[in-house]
């Protein structure tokens, strides 16, 4: 399905500087982790803050640093120094079109998305993972969804797709390939994804 090109998303460090004026890049710490540059990590006590469904906030300990606009297809996925355990929260911000993978509070992995069309739109609000499957046929479209993490019991998914310029879903959201196989391997059933809408 192809629709006109949504807006190019942006990296949560810049969005979080407008979301949270406590918690600017300037009351950050940075330290340089991997190929990507530094991680932008919060003092604690003056943790950053995520806006989630109805009056939630996510507590955010350390963002991922992207210095440009992601590009379709884009991601990054950097857990370096980041814990092995603690809880997984998915935040989908619809309008900024991307995705970003939180463990313990720490952005671990973020991606440029595809999503629905005012026809089939991605419904907004917190989601439980309620299946999951490496490989997976879409009995509706007659479609494949690799590495798909169903969150409505009427199909609305996230899946591997083919993320590119004016293209869209049929509600679910679309990830690039390899993004959703360790977003995959990240998340257990029962996990929460909260989809943000405008």
């Not at 970003?100 to 991605?122: C, M, Q, W």
């Not at 998914?157 to 990830?175: D, E, K, M, Y």
């Not at 390939?177 to 989809?195: H, K, N, P, W």
Request: glycine share 10%.
């Amino acid at each position: 399905m192809t629709m006109r090109a949504r807006r190019r998303g942006v990296g949560l460090a810049l969005a979080l500087a407008t979301l949270t004026p406590v918690a600017q890049a300037a009351n950050t710490t940075a330290t340089t982790v991997g190929s990507y540059g530094v991680r932008f990590r919060y003092p604690q006590g003056r943790e950053g803050s995520l806006p989630m469904a109805g009056h939630q906030r996510l507590v955010v300990r350390s963002l991922l640093n992207i210095r440009r606009p992601m590009r379709f297809g884009d991601y990054v996925w950097n857990d370096i120094g980041v814990p092995d355990e603690g809880p997984v929260r998915v935040r989908v911000d619809l309008p900024r079109q991307m995705i970003s993978v939180f463990r313990n509070g720490h952005e671990v992995g973020t991606a440029v998305i595809l999503y629905g069309t005012d026809h089939k739109p991605t419904p907004t609000g917190t989601f439980p993972i309620l299946a999951r499957a490496r490989s997976h046929m879409s009995s509706l479209y007659d479609a494949e969804m690799p590495y798909m993490l169903r969150l409505t019991n009427d199909g609305v998914a996230i899946h591997a797709s083919r993320v590119r310029s004016g293209s869209a879903t049929h509600g679910c959201v679309g990830v690039p390939l390899a993004f959703a196989r360790l977003l995959f391997d990240q998340v257990a059933r029962g996990d929460l994804v909260t989809i943000v809408g405008a």
